[in-house]
């Protein structure tokens, strides 16, 4: 079989990885508490070190029976996941008349709904959790809120895109429960790091976020609190000229704080996507010289450096070569098919000195200087290779191999920066769109899918998305690198649960591409599919490499 240059590559990781000797004790026989903490760049519980594997069900409370909750949890235990990620946030300008929702933000103020559809579905997803022997990673808000058209008049099914009938309802998409660029608009002039440096809209938020976490400073099923879902400076609303990368670190020590003077039991991680920002200054400089660390192999010790902008472009030359030479030894030449087309607007083909938009600090992120904050407990990256562009294509690869190539560095790269600062990392996200799933798909910063089947493109000999085969393929080789380069969690985009409860003006209503109709029959309802879910076709293989990398991540 012609072995892929990146499985090389892979190969050569697993060498120099670091290896760290774990104890075989295990979560199971930790008495309560069982709250997560760190020591020496690792989770661990009870003293046990704990390496997971992870799935993403950002609508997990806004199922609408116990049962289903339940039901779902059970699927993603049997899996082998341990850390279960979901929305501790639902915000909405008018009160619904069906569904689940957390915090009215209307008139100039805010309150939160503690009824059965508010926080107690999100008591009940913690309960079950507990049950199945889960942990939750709990995400405050979101930087994404494309706003509904129709003013939120009609917040149960509204026409996203006017006369399309394109009409996902309410809490479909990850993007559409709310988030900062609702407290933006209520609350301000309609500029998105308003909510970072506003501080009516501080006061706003941290008073949601003291109800909610105070409520669950005792639940062990909670792995961590996560500030927010990809922290940037832009959303669909601009940000001032003002806003840095900075801005954003200041506003995750204030909020981290908060939160750990609130419940002192859990981590706090950002949730932002991991973009760096290369020898630029910082608020929370590493110490310098940086402390040795234990490498892979016993008895090897060496400095961690930084991630420099000279470091960067000489491992994208390395790695240049080195492809270059295993094409060379397996006799293939260059001119690899290039696949389908790409959605992100920024250029694939770098060149030259610019490291790109993941690396310079032009999304308003400085994740190194957000992980070295004290009250930041970990790291926390996003892979979304459909949606950011991690490095420059090298233009004899075929698109394929060139995003698998480029999420092993990323994934290496956010190791790097964990060891350096000496926390743990989790990959919060990680997914990657299929054909099958590509008309579906919609980017956070949309409320509609580019590829529906009757938008004419993308062509049939030209399709966007990666096939299942391919999906599997990528999946397994990240989730083994991230492995090898020490990431301690890793956490697949999204889950897919069917057999649900439908019910009209939900999200859950029966498989017809989002559209409520009537009537609903029990068991036929299906979770919500933004583009990454592993329904359909490809399900028992990506369940199956979730399944396998579980057992290795436990073992290791
Ligand atoms: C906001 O205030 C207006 C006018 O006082 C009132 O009619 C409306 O019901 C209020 N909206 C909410 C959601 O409380
Ligand atoms: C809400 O939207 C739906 C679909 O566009 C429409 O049929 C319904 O009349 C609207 N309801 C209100 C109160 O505007
Ligand atoms: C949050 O706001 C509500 C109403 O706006 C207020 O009654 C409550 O005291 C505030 N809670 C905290 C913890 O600040
Ligand atoms: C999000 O979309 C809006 C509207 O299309 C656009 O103006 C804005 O620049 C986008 N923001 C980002 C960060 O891509
Ligand atoms: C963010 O918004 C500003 C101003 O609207 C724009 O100049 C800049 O290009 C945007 N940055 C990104 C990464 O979208
Ligand atoms: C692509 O392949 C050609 C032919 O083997 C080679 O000359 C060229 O240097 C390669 N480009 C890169 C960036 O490796
Ligand atoms: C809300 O749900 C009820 C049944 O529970 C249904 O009769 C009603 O039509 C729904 N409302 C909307 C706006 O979908």
Redesign the pocket.
């Given at each position: 079989m012609f072995i892929r240059f990146w499985q090389v590559l892979l190969a050569a990781v697993v060498v120099s990885a670091a290896t760290p000797t774990r104890s075989v004790n295990r979560r199971q026989n930790a008495p309560s508490p069982k709250f997560v903490s760190t020591s020496d760049g690792h989770f661990s519980v009870n003293g046990a070190p704990l390496n997971f594997v992870g799935t993403n069900a950002y609508w997990l409370p806004t199922l609408n029976s116990d049962d289903d909750i339940d039901k779902t949890l059970a699927s993603i235990a049997a899996a082998g996941v341990k850390v279960v990620r979901t929305w501790a946030f639902n915000d909405v300008e008018t009160v619904p008349q069906n569904g689940t929702w957390f915090q009215l933000i209307s008139n100039g103020t805010t309150s939160v709904n503690e009824g059965a559809n508010g926080l107690k579905k999100l008591d009940t997803v913690l309960s079950l959790a507990e049950k199945h022997n889960l942990y939750v990673m709990l995400t405050l808000t979101n930087n994404w809120n494309p706003r509904p058209l129709l003013e939120g008049k009609n917040v149960t099914s509204r026409d996203i895109t006017p006369g399309t009938g394109n009409q996902l309802p309410r809490n479909t998409l990850s993007n559409d429960y709310g988030g900062m660029d609702v407290y933006v608009r209520t609350f301000s002039d309609p500029l998105h790091d308003n909510f970072y440096t506003n501080q009516n809209i501080l006061d706003k938020f941290l008073n949601y976020t003291t109800q909610v976490v105070k409520r669950y400073v005792n639940s062990p099923a909670v792995f961590a609190w996560e500030l927010a879902n990809d922290p940037r400076c832009n959303s669909t609303l601009p940000s001032t000229n003002g806003c840095t990368p900075q801005t954003i670190t200041r506003w995750h020590a204030t909020v981290a704080a908060h939160i750990k003077s609130v419940d002192p039991n859990h981590l706090v991680s950002s949730g932002n996507q991991g973009f760096l920002c290369v020898d630029c200054p910082k608020l929370f400089p590493p110490v310098t010289p940086p402390p040795p660390q234990t490498s892979a192999s016993p008895g090897r010790r060496r400095a961690i450096k930084p991630l420099t902008k000279r470091g960067i472009l000489e491992e994208r030359r390395l790695s240049?070569?080195k492809?270059?030479e295993l094409?060379?030894r397996d006799g293939v030449?260059?001119?690899i098919s290039i696949r389908g087309r790409w959605t992100s607007t920024e250029t694939r083909r770098q060149t030259g000195v610019n490291l790109g938009p993941s690396f310079d600090g032009s999304h308003g992120v400085d994740s190194q200087d957000i992980l070295n904050i004290p009250d930041i407990g970990f790291g926390s990256a996003q892979l979304f290779p459909d949606q950011a562009t991690y490095g420059p294509d090298?233009?004899?690869l075929s698109s394929f191999d060139n995003i698998v190539q480029q999420g092993n560095q990323w994934i290496q790269q956010q190791a790097a920066v964990g060891k350096l600062l000496g926390k743990p990392v989790s990959m919060n996200a990680f997914g990657l769109v299929t054909q099958s799933n590509a008309p579906a798909y919609v980017p956070f910063n949309s409320t509609q899918a580019p590829f529906a089947p009757d938008s004419g493109t993308p062509t049939a000999s030209a399709p966007y998305g990666v096939t299942d085969q391919q999906r599997d393929q990528a999946y397994t080789t990240w989730l083994q690198t991230g492995l090898q380069s020490g990431l301690s969690g890793m956490i697949q985009y999204q889950w897919s649960q069917s057999g649900l409860t439908p019910s009209v003006g939900t999200n859950i209503v029966p498989a017809t591409g989002g559209t409520t109709t009537t009537p609903v029959v029990p068991g036929t309802g299906v979770s919500p599919n933004d583009g990454y879910g592993i329904q359909g076709q490809g399900e028992d293989g990506a369940v199956q490499t979730i399944q396998q990398a579980s057992q290795q991540f436990a073992q290791d």
């Open positions: 240049l070569k492809s270059r094409r060379k030449s260059g001119g090298d233009p004899n």
